[in-house]
């Protein structure tokens, strides 16, 4: 069964420095999105993207925060200058855009930035 | 500002009894309604979805939907240890892209 993949599961890095979250979606999806979940807390809505473009974007996404599909297949999320409060669990997910069809979501990201 | 709405448990159960998850929602204009299970350090596993008015089954769980009431619930039959783990209710809009919008999950404990 096809699935989203991410890369790498787990990424440590120091505040200020730039990291790039990767992610594979499925192969015929066109919808992709990204989630981030602070470790206690709710998963919430970064961005989604289609066609692409940025199809929406949360008050979380700010000028830190770019996406990119930079061939048919990877799918990223670069944070330019990371700082403590970006430690989080990191979720791409995909959909086909067909009616009824769900999100389908990658295995995460564990970011910590120290 | 949109919302999904859980308790956050934890709710215990003891095995083979049924488990009833519930959750509101604020945004009138929401179509589609998720139950996910979620383990610690692990993304969210889609259990079930629901658009439609009225309850849907699936093996031992029940989705419900009362959009008038703006509600959703979730019932697990004859639990299992294993069906342990927080449970995301979520809802989306219409539009193909939109974004899911999660509640904060309720941990479920099911007891031996």
């Known amino acids: 069964e096809p699935e989203v993949t991410q890369t790498p599961s787990h990424q440590v890095t120091q505040m200020g420095q730039e990291v790039i979250l990767r992610c594979v979606p499925i192969?015929?999806?066109?919808?992709f999105y990204w989630y981030r979940q602070i470790l206690g807390q709710k998963v919430e809505f970064l961005v989604s993207?289609?066609?692409?473009?940025?199809?929406?974007k949360s008050e979380i996404f700010d000028d830190q925060f770019s996406v990119e599909r930079p061939d048919g297949s990877n799918f990223t999320l670069k944070i330019r200058s990371t700082k403590l409060e970006d430690s989080a669990m990191y979720f791409c997910a995909s959909r086909s855009g067909l009616a009824g069809e769900t999100q389908y979501f990658g295995p995460g990201t564990r970011l910590t930035v120290l | 500002q949109k919302e999904v709405e859980q308790n956050s448990g934890p709710l215990s159960v003891p095995e083979g009894a049924i488990a009833s998850l519930n959750c509101t929602y604020s945004?009138?204009?929401?179509?589609?309604f998720f139950w996910y299970r979620q383990y610690s350090g692990k993304s969210p596993e889609l259990i079930m979805f629901i658009y439609s008015n009225g309850d849907k089954e699936d093996g031992r769980f029940t989705a419900q939907l009362n959009k008038a009431s703006q509600y959703v619930s979730l019932l697990i039959r004859d639990s299992q240890p294993s069906d342990s783990a927080t449970y995301l209710c979520a809802a989306t809009g219409y539009s193909s892209a939109s974004k899911i919008i999660f509640g904060s999950g309720t941990r479920l404990s099911i007891r031996p």
């Open positions: 945004d009138r204009g929401s179509q589609s």
């Open positions: 993207f289609y066609n692409n473009e940025i199809s929406e």
């Open positions: 192969s015929n999806h066109l919808y």
